[in-house]
């Protein structure tokens, strides 16, 4: 069986220093949302007396986690994509498209801040249901999460650019 650079990346480093910023955010969220589902479980079938906050906790926490993950995704360029073109497409041609991606990718997740920026502020005297957080708090977390999904496509948009100059200096 050959090796497959998609598949089969050598790592120099261990996983634990390859870790950044949003890595711990996300094993943070994690491991605080599997508390919670233990918690509510346990009170609700072990005890009999459910937690009434948990669930809807748990919802925020899963979501603001999909925005971690996205900037996970983002820092490692691995976001979900079409790639059957990719093969018939010559070196250049290809970091041509790749680069317009990054930059419509960079496009639609400023509108996200920009829109996350807003609600922020307009959903600042809302509350969770069950508890006396204020909204804003959770759309605060994903227009972080947001803000560190653009500076790290700015970081793919300068590595495709690279690429793409490296491939017009071969033609």
């Not at 990346?9 to 634990?16: F, M, N, P, R, T």
């Not at 079409?82 to 317009?100: D, E, G, N």
Request: one cysteine or more; a negative charge; glycine letters at 4%.
């Amino acid at each position: 069986m050959q090796n497959d650079p998609l598949f089969d990346e050598q790592q120099d480093e261990s996983a634990a220093e390859n870790l950044r910023f949003e890595d711990y955010i996300s094993l943070t969220l994690f491991w605080a949302l599997a508390l919670i589902l233990f918690a509510q479980f346990f009170t609700r079938y072990v005890l009999n007396v459910p937690l009434g906050w948990s669930e809807e906790v748990a919802r925020y926490l899963l979501i603001l986690l999909a925005f971690a993950g996205s900037c996970i995704a983002s820092r490692n360029n691995s976001h979900i994509g079409v790639t059957i073109l990719h093969r018939y497409l010559s070196p250049k041609v290809k970091a041509i498209f790749q680069l317009a991606i990054s930059m419509l990718s960079f496009a639609i997740v400023i509108a996200l801040a920009v829109y996350a920026w807003q609600i922020v502020f307009l959903i600042e005297k809302h509350t969770l249901a069950s508890l006396t957080v204020s909204l804003s708090w959770v759309y605060g977390l994903i227009l972080l999460c947001l803000v560190l999904m653009a500076w790290r496509t700015l970081i793919v948009i300068r590595q495709d650019y690279a690429a793409l100059k490296t491939t017009q200096g071969e033609g």
